[in-house]
């Protein structure tokens, strides 16, 4: 095929490829729609304030990260904390991600391969379409793509890599595209999808880098000089072409630019320290600058995290090959000898695999060779002298699985030359092949699916961590609290030691296992606890809440009170310690303090049926009664269920003489907590406002027969009835 010939596909025939790999990613990922938000997940999305207000300003639609942190926006305005809706954004963007491998793998090798037709039966199949199909359901179907699509918060990954691919695909049609006007769109494109790309994860920035090597294995034409360092390329010629990328590489400061916070010479964002504004280009840019924002952690060495990555990837094309023992959260060593076997092993393999894309290139075997050499580039932001803190996550991988699937869909595309050469029945050889195929994408999606499985509630995913990296604090805290939330102490308990058995320095393991002393009503040793983790961090705003619940269980409210409000100096964004400060307000009397920290903590959370019920509560002891009946009709909205949300506006109703709305509320109550005396008194009552003492007389005999020393029934139940 000519260079620059345009592709015309009849969608006809391909529709049935792009359906098969549709429904493989709704199979895969069928049985996570109801896994619960975890790790980054709370953090970024249910705690967050900022999710709770949709608005559009440039600081949030501009920046590294603005385009998926957006969409959590719109995730929750759409669909508030319903896991669903999340679940549904990140499958649709790796469905679309799925397809856009299986084009660029499409118009790759239409690129460099000679049609030949493949005959199953009475199915024909091209061999472009064999391997972009091959090429596409790879990337969706295997298992270490998981990681990437069920943990919400990486949606991060996810939609950088599917702008990513979307970008390299506009640019393949670009340049194969003939009319002028064909090549503006898909160019146009293409840099809409790069720039998308940039505003979604710093991983990114290696796309013009990809952009570039497409463009010399695709595009530039063969050197008539075969010495084995000129690649077969018209050297000359490439240079030609560095006009038609140049806008591409340029999109490669769009990263720096953000991280080194150069778009405030040009506006000012609120949320930057006012310092910023006066500062020069040349003081954003500065050595020292470049070297702190490129680096998460200065715990790790730049040297130690370099040698530490060459063996992670070498456990990354491991986990490609052989997806066995996946792991929210590796325990994976540091490396600081260059020398250890491990790290020597790691660096033949990858000159190995250097090697072998060299020789794919001179062979003719471009796609293959770009698959070699995209793994490497991406994962070069997270896998090379920049320190992070954590050395190793799955997810990490969802980019550099496009490399993967390229080279996959050669290999099964050359097995097929080489078998058909080889044996005399070619069809019986394609046969071959193909079924190979179809066991591989079997046999990974049913490894994802098993997978999946893990991910469905916090107990199964951090108990299958905490098998896999016994050694490491972070799952057997994540697996207590996730024990913690369902009350189940004693194993909560047992695993808090635990983690402080590995890390005694551990502030949240300290402070939590005072949290479970504190429930359990050891609230000297839940104290100790405590203090142990302020000794540790003085500046742990949790630790301090849990102090304040602990002192309020004692009933020392004065000094729960300032534990909470030092929480809150701390942190003024945790919705749950605002909820708490107003219930050790209500329990001093203080009702005007106590609204406006429940309203506080509702405005961050408006989903929490309970707190607009204690807010509602405590705006009817201020005899606010409009404002406290709309809350407690919020909290019966939200939670049609929540019993003391009826006996609260009962409360109110009663208060403003509302007598039949009281007695319907109290009653609704009742029947979702039938031997509450305090409750049944306040309704007696209420029939004796709405002149039935007979009622208020049955009432108080119910009372009684509950606990017959109350003193308030037996006092109506001694008097007759009408008095």
């Given at each position: 095929?000519t260079?620059?010939?345009?592709?015309?596909?009849?969608?006809a025939?391909?529709?049935?490829?792009?359906?098969?790999?549709?429904?493989?990613?709704?199979?895969?990922?069928?049985?996570?729609?109801?896994?619960?938000?975890?790790?980054?997940?709370?953090h970024?999305?249910?705690?967050?304030?900022?999710?709770?207000?949709?608005?559009f300003?440039?600081?949030?639609?501009?920046?590294?990260?603005?385009?998926?942190?957006?969409?959590?926006?719109?995730?929750?305005?759409?669909?508030?904390?319903?896991?669903?809706?999340?679940?549904?954004?990140?499958?649709?963007?790796?469905?679309?991600?799925?397809?856009?491998?299986?084009?660029?793998?499409?118009?790759?090798?239409?690129?460099?391969?000679?049609?030949?037709?493949?005959?199953?039966?009475?199915?024909?199949?091209?061999?472009?379409?064999?391997?972009?199909?091959l090429?596409?359901?790879?990337?969706?179907?295997h298992?270490?793509?998981?990681?990437?699509?069920?943990y919400?918060?990486?949606?991060?990954?996810?939609?950088?890599?599917?702008?990513y691919?979307?970008?390299?695909?506009?640019?393949?049609?670009?340049?194969?595209?003939?009319?002028?006007?064909?090549?503006?769109?898909?160019?146009?494109?293409?840099?809409?999808?790069?720039?998308?790309?940039?505003?979604?994860?710093?991983?990114?920035?290696?796309?013009?880098?990809?952009?570039?090597?497409?463009?010399?294995?695709?595009?530039?034409?063969?050197?008539?000089?075969?010495?084995?360092?000129?690649?077969?390329?018209?050297?000359?010629?490439?240079?030609?072409?560095?006009?038609?990328v140049?806008?591409?590489?340029?999109?490669?400061?769009?990263?720096?630019?953000?991280?080194?916070?150069?778009?405030?010479?040009?506006?000012h964002?609120?949320?930057?320290?006012?310092?910023?504004?006066?500062?020069?280009?040349?003081?954003k840019?500065?050595?020292?600058?470049?070297?702190?924002?490129?680096?998460?952690?200065?715990?790790?060495?730049?040297?130690?995290?370099?040698?530490?990555?060459?063996?992670?990837?070498?456990?990354?094309?491991?986990?490609?090959?052989?997806?066995?023992?996946?792991?929210?959260?590796?325990?994976?060593?540091?490396?600081?000898?260059?020398?250890?076997?491990?790290?020597?092993?790691?660096?033949?393999?990858?000159?190995?695999?250097?090697?072998?894309a060299?020789?794919?290139?001179?062979?003719?075997?471009?796609?293959?060779?770009?698959?070699?050499?995209?793994?490497y580039?991406?994962?070069?932001?997270?896998?090379?002298?920049?320190?992070?803190?954590?050395?190793?996550?799955?997810?990490?991988?969802?980019?550099?699985?496009?490399?993967?699937?390229?080279?996959?869909?050669?290999?099964?595309?050359?097995?097929?030359?080489?078998?058909?050469?080889?044996?005399?029945?070619?069809v019986?050889?394609?046969?071959?092949?193909?079924?190979?195929?179809?066991?591989?994408?079997?046999?990974?999606?049913?490894?994802?699916?098993?997978?999946?499985?893990?991910?469905?509630?916090?107990?199964?995913?951090?108990?299958?961590?905490?098998?896999?990296?016994?050694?490491?604090?972070?799952?057997?805290?994540?697996?207590?609290?996730?024990?913690?939330?369902?009350?189940?102490?004693?194993?909560?308990?047992?695993?808090?030691?635990?983690?402080?058995?590995?890390?005694?320095?551990?502030?949240?393991g300290?402070?939590?296992?005072?949290?479970i002393?504190?429930?359990?009503?050891?609230?000297?040793?839940?104290?100790?606890?405590?203090?142990?983790?302020?000794?540790?961090?003085?500046?742990?705003?949790?630790?301090?809440?849990?102090?304040?619940?602990?002192?309020?269980?004692?009933?020392k409210?004065?000094e729960?009170?300032?534990?909470?409000?030092?929480?809150?100096?701390?942190?003024?964004?945790?919705?749950?310690?605002?909820?708490?400060?107003?219930?050790?307000?209500?329990?001093?009397?203080?009702?005007?303090?106590?609204?406006?920290?429940?309203?506080?903590?509702?405005?961050?959370?408006?989903?929490?049926?309970?707190?607009?019920?204690?807010?509602?509560?405590?705006?009817?002891?201020?005899?606010?009664?409009?404002?406290?009946?709309?809350?407690?009709?919020?909290?019966?909205?939200?939670?049609?269920?929540?019993?003391?949300?009826?006996?609260?506006?009962?409360?109110?109703?009663?208060?403003?003489?509302?007598?039949?709305?009281?007695?319907?509320?109290?009653?609704t109550?009742?029947?979702?907590?039938?031997?509450?005396t305090?409750?049944?008194?306040?309704?007696?009552?209420?029939?004796?406002?709405?002149?039935?003492?007979?009622k208020?007389?049955?009432?108080?005999?119910?009372?009684?027969?509950?606990?017959?020393?109350?003193?308030?029934?037996?006092?109506y139940?001694?008097?007759?009835?009408?008095r």
């Amino acid at each position: 095929m000519t260079e620059g010939s345009e592709i015309r596909i009849r969608w006809a025939r391909m529709w049935l490829p792009i359906l098969l790999i549709v429904l493989g990613v709704l199979i895969v990922y069928s049985n996570t729609w109801r896994a619960p938000f975890v790790l980054d997940d709370i953090h970024t999305i249910v705690e967050e304030e900022a999710r709770r207000t949709l608005y559009f300003t440039a600081e949030r639609l501009f920046g590294n990260r603005s385009l998926p942190i957006f969409s959590f926006d719109l995730n929750y305005y759409f669909n508030g904390l319903n896991v669903s809706g999340y679940r549904a954004v990140n499958i649709g963007i790796h469905i679309i991600s799925s397809i856009g491998v299986f084009w660029l793998a499409y118009w790759l090798s239409v690129r460099v391969y000679k049609t030949r037709i493949i005959t199953l039966g009475q199915v024909q199949i091209s061999n472009h379409l064999f391997l972009a199909e091959l090429a596409g359901l790879f990337f969706a179907v295997h298992p270490i793509q998981t990681q990437a699509v069920t943990y919400i918060v990486q949606r991060l990954a996810s939609m950088a890599a599917m702008f990513y691919i979307l970008a390299l695909c506009a640019y393949v049609k670009y340049r194969l595209s003939l009319d002028a006007r064909s090549q503006k769109i898909w160019a146009g494109l293409s840099l809409a999808a790069t720039i998308a790309a940039m505003h979604s994860k710093e991983t990114a920035i290696t796309l013009p880098i990809i952009i570039l090597m497409i463009e010399m294995l695709f595009f530039t034409p063969s050197g008539k000089n075969k010495k084995w360092w000129r690649l077969n390329l018209d050297w000359r010629s490439l240079v030609r072409r560095i006009p038609l990328v140049t806008p591409w590489l340029i999109m490669i400061l769009i990263i720096p630019a953000y991280s080194l916070e150069v778009r405030d010479l040009f506006w000012h964002l609120e949320s930057e320290p006012s310092s910023m504004a006066g500062d020069t280009f040349l003081d954003k840019v500065n050595i020292k600058k470049i070297a702190s924002v490129s680096a998460e952690t200065t715990q790790i060495s730049r040297k130690t995290y370099f040698l530490t990555q060459i063996n992670v990837v070498r456990t990354y094309l491991r986990l490609v090959v052989w997806p066995e023992g996946q792991n929210i959260d590796h325990d994976y060593p540091l490396t600081v000898r260059i020398g250890d076997k491990a790290t020597i092993e790691s660096l033949v393999l990858h000159v190995v695999m250097m090697l072998a894309a060299l020789i794919f290139w001179k062979k003719g075997r471009k796609i293959a060779a770009l698959g070699i050499l995209f793994f490497y580039v991406a994962l070069l932001p997270e896998s090379s002298f920049i320190p992070i803190v954590d050395v190793m996550f799955e997810h990490r991988l969802y980019l550099p699985m496009v490399g993967a699937a390229l080279f996959v869909g050669d290999m099964a595309q050359l097995m097929m030359e080489k078998a058909g050469s080889i044996v005399k029945r070619r069809v019986w050889a394609d046969a071959v092949v193909v079924g190979i195929v179809l066991i591989l994408i079997f046999s990974l999606a049913g490894v994802s699916y098993a997978r999946n499985l893990t991910w469905k509630d916090e107990i199964s995913l951090w108990t299958d961590a905490t098998q896999k990296s016994p050694n490491k604090a972070r799952p057997h805290n994540n697996l207590a609290k996730a024990y913690l939330d369902r009350q189940m102490f004693d194993r909560a308990e047992e695993l808090y030691k635990r983690e402080l058995e590995i890390d005694p320095n551990s502030v949240s393991g300290h402070n939590n296992l005072g949290s479970i002393y504190g429930v359990q009503g050891k609230y000297e040793e839940a104290i100790k606890e405590i203090q142990q983790a302020l000794a540790k961090n003085p500046n742990h705003d949790a630790a301090y809440n849990n102090l304040g619940n602990v002192l309020m269980l004692q009933g020392k409210l004065v000094e729960a009170e300032e534990a909470y409000e030092k929480s809150i100096a701390l942190n003024t964004k945790d919705a749950g310690v605002y909820r708490n400060l107003g219930d050790v307000l209500v329990k001093q009397g203080k009702f005007e303090e106590a609204v406006s920290a429940y309203q506080r903590a509702v405005k961050m959370v408006p989903d929490q049926s309970l707190w607009h019920s204690k807010l509602g509560a405590a705006l009817g002891a201020l005899h606010r009664t409009k404002e406290a009946k709309a809350e407690l009709e919020i909290a019966i909205h939200l939670n049609p269920g929540l019993a003391s949300a009826y006996s609260n506006l009962g409360n109110v109703l009663a208060d403003e003489g509302e007598y039949n709305g009281a007695a319907k509320a109290y009653a609704t109550y009742l029947q979702m907590t039938p031997n509450d005396t305090v409750v049944m008194n306040n309704l007696a009552k209420i029939f004796i406002g709405l002149e039935n003492p007979q009622k208020a007389q049955e009432v108080w005999r119910a009372i009684l027969k509950i606990d017959p020393d109350n003193t308030e029934a037996k006092k109506y139940t001694d008097q007759p009835a009408g008095r």
